[in-house]
């Protein structure tokens, strides 16, 4: 399963919005609309949203190609993209990839389009060998819990924390995954359910607040989810809601992981209070695909994101192998290039 493709200079994103109930692509010639599409969620997922920045650069050493300012027009354009959502860290590790190419060898779009197709195959990469470290984890017949969707729709393909289920389904130990709804959104139920029930992976999808009820039954074995930045000291934030599970997760001495690629680990900021977590609209609280579920002009409050403390950690998941506390001396030196 695959949600971005490149094909005639042009960008394909598969619309996570209308997800499950339509599978629509739509094509992009133009970064802005790129970076309307992040900001409005038709992409999204930390590496996926990372992915599109970079063909978005393309795209705009497209559009600006025969400018005589061509480094002040594809300045522009990088603010405009960065400025789409604040937390995955890797939109901006992608952006700074494809400008060090840009600054270096101006509109040479050939080479511009193959860094962009480098950054993604490379994610794929790292996901598929992330997939097998995570996998020795898993216990034989484990019963694992996903919130949001860190899956093929959230990377490039084969997905994070979804990366490590698929590669221990394919062993033969996943007996069940429990896939949390993940309001408002939805992304659970709607991304992670539908990958998996494609995938033939047995899933039960739970609404949020039932995961507390299913471990205290015993009958989840370790938990497992994606990460949108990772601190030096291992904070990471991750979709709001994995900060409760964590917290239940050590109630219940159940394993909690995170899984991440290294261009997902942000050295530069001390601990997750450094993290800018996207605060989102109210709409999306008081009502679901034009529904409302709450009444109009009640007040809301929808951070889309929450941080974790590393203390919550049991260990995290990487294309360089799984790290174990303390996590400050493990991650250094592990970001990507
Ligand atoms: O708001 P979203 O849907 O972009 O949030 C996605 C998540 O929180 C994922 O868990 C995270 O980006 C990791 S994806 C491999």
């Given amino acids: 399963m695959e949600a971005i493709r490149w094909k005639d200079s042009a960008l394909y994103l598969l619309d996570q919005t209308r997800l499950p109930a339509e599978e629509r692509w739509l094509r992009y010639t133009d970064h802005q609309e790129v970076a309307n599409a992040i900001k409005t969620m038709v992409v999204r997922g930390a590496p996926a949203i990372g992915i599109a920045a970079a063909y ?9 190609a025969c400018k005589a300012n061509f480094p002040a ?23 700074d990839r494809m400008e060090k ?6 509109p040479d779009l050939p080479r511009l389009e193959t860094e962009a197709r480098a950054i993604h195959r490379e994610d794929v990469q790292m996901n598929e060998t992330m997939g097998k470290a995570g996998a020795e984890l898993v216990p034989q017949g484990a019963r694992i819990l996903a919130h949001c969707n860190a899956g093929a729709l959230a990377t490039g393909g084969y997905g994070t924390a979804l990366g490590v289920i698929r590669a221990a389904h394919a062993l033969g130990k996943v007996s069940m995954v429990y896939a949390d709804e993940t309001r408002p959104l939805l992304q659970g ?16 999808l739970i609404c949020d607040d039932m995961a507390g009820c299913l471990m205290a039954q015993g009958k989840i074995d370790m938990v497992v989810v994606g990460c949108d930045r990772m601190a030096a000291n291992g904070d990471f934030a991750n979709k709001i809601g994995t900060y409760s599970l964590a917290v239940l997760a050590k109630h219940h001495g159940i394993p909690f992981y995170t899984a991440l690629p290294s261009s997902t680990i942000d050295l530069s900021i001390p601990d997750g209070s450094h993290i800018p977590v996207e605060q989102r609209g109210g709409e999306e609280v008081t009502g679901f695909a034009g529904v409302p579920t709450g009444p109009a002009g009640v ?15 049991t260990a995290v998941i990487t294309e360089r192998g799984v790290l174990r506390p303390p996590f400050d001396r493990e ?7």
């Fill in 56 to 64: 978005a650069t393309v795209l705009a050493a497209q559009e600006n």
């Fill in 73 to 95: 027009a594809m300045s522009r354009a990088k603010e405009t993209l960065a400025a789409s959502r604040p937390t995955a860290v890797n939109l901006f590790w992608a952006l």
């Fill in 101 to 106: 190419l840009w600054l270096a060898v101006g």
């Fill in 189 to 204: 139920a709607r991304l992670t359910a539908y990958e998996l029930v494609k995938d033939q992976i047995p899933v039960t």
């Fill in 299 to 313: 007040q809301t409050w929808n951070p889309a994101f929450d941080v974790t403390p590393h203390e919550l950690l």
């Fill in 331 to 337: 991650l250094a030196g592990r970001k990507a290039d």
